[in-house]
């Protein structure tokens, strides 16, 4: 992941540029993350067959993924996901942000598929996006964010 | 055998494991004169066999001294850029503005060998004087350093010597869990920043103990942050190498003493 492209939107966002490397979120600047980590991690809890149609348990990378993504996207601005799990072993997030939404959906074999949804009228084509995240799938999904949010 | 007799040498507390996963040592400076854009691009080109990636940073304003606030204010008007040069395996970087030089090394995988501050400093020592060299042959003047900067970052994770935050007195003797009504239950997050005089020195040591989770790998770790920034008398190399090694000691010392004797052991204290 590009951190150069993520340090500029956090400038956006009004924190401070650093001059140290590694990089954390902090749990206070975003008190919803813990909570989200919480109930990502909880997932590895649920029997095979969670689902009575025979699922799968929810695979740990996945499960790895959805938690990377969920540190990485971490601004304050951002509600609590729904987190769930998946048919076929994976995880999903989603958020609500008035008419707007955004599911990403973390497979075992590392894909994210996301839907995005424009407006409230599911029945017009327009309204709707849906498609896998192939590079770099925290920048395209903070993108996406950001749109919800309307900041870009 | 290099390595025993630098070893041998050690009189700070050094430890086997230390959770250190970056270091960085530089200095800060009054503006460069006549420094513009284009001279990222002429230095990089000296460089770029060692440090082939370059990423564009927005500025760090950290502006700790008064001389260095009024000369980021006057020269203001300049591009904000700060430049990143990263060597072929990411695991150091050197940071270029036009009032900051810093060198940052970083662990990347969990298994990867702690560079030791002995390590680090020639390879620094030589950075800074080929970005010197660098002004020099351009016409630019030499940087009249007004700080220099030793930080370590070192990320304790959960399960690592603590499960809540109500083992923080376990990892920081100076923090305790107690409150006057015993009202209130354990804390579920907490952080904490303290700023210490330096004696015999002028500066400051700085630590920050931040809950945080690792972008790498999602891990729960707290982020405990040493900075000793002291001020040189002069220029010249001797002072300014050996106020950096004032700042080193201080940044060794001070996480010691912030730290537990519990983890200690855990870290493996040697000396």
Known sequence: MSYAVLERTRQQLGEPAQNQWSKVTSL????????ALDRIAGLARLPRNWDGYGSPRI???????????????????????????????????????????????????????????????LDRDENMETGTLRHEPEMAGLKFLLWMTGCR | ???????????????????????????????????????????????????????????????????LALAQFQSRVELPVRCWFFNEDETRLIQVQNNLFLHNWRKVGPTDKYLHYDDLRPLFEKEWQGFRKFLEDEGLVTPAVQLCEVTYVNH??????????????????????????NY??????????????????????????????????????????????????????????RCLDEARKWVVLGFTDFTSPKMHKIWGRKI
């Open chain 1, 28 to 35: 206070f600047a975003a008190p919803w993350v813990l909570d």
């Open chain 1, 59 to 121: 695979d740990p990378g996945a499960i790895a993924a959805a938690r990377r993504f969920v540190a990485s996207v971490a601004f304050e601005s951002l509600p609590l996901p729904n987190v769930s799990p998946v048919l076929g072993g994976s995880v999903g997030l989603q958020w609500r942000y008035g008419e707007k939404e955004l599911e990403f959906t973390f497979h075992p074999n590392g894909e994210v598929e996301f839907l995005r949804v424009l407006g409230a009228d």
């Open chain 2, 1 to 67: 055998m290099l390595e025993k007799v630098v070893a041998a040498k050690r009189t700070l507390p050094d430890f086997e494991n230390p959770p250190a996963v970056e270091t960085l040592m530089g200095f800060h400076f009054s503006p460069i004169e006549k420094w513009q854009g284009p001279y990222f691009g002429l230095f990089w080109s000296r460089i770029k066999k060692d440090y082939p990636r370059v990423e564009l940073q927005p500025p760090v304003v950290a502006a700790p001294t008064a001389e």
């Open chain 2, 156 to 181: 304790i994770d959960r399960g690592s010597g603590w499960e809540t935050f109500a083992d923080l007195s376990e990892l920081f003797p100076n923090w305790s869990p107690k409150t006057s009504e």
């Open chain 2, 184 to 241: 209130l239950p354990s804390p579920e997050l907490v952080a904490m920043n303290a700023s210490y005089a330096l004696k015999g020195v002028e500066g400051r040591l700085q630590i920050s103990a931040q809950p945080a989770v690792r972008q790498t790998d999602a891990k729960e770790t707290i982020q405990l942050t040493v900075t000793v920034r002291c001020k040189p008398s002069s220029s010249s190399n001797e002072e300014i190498y």
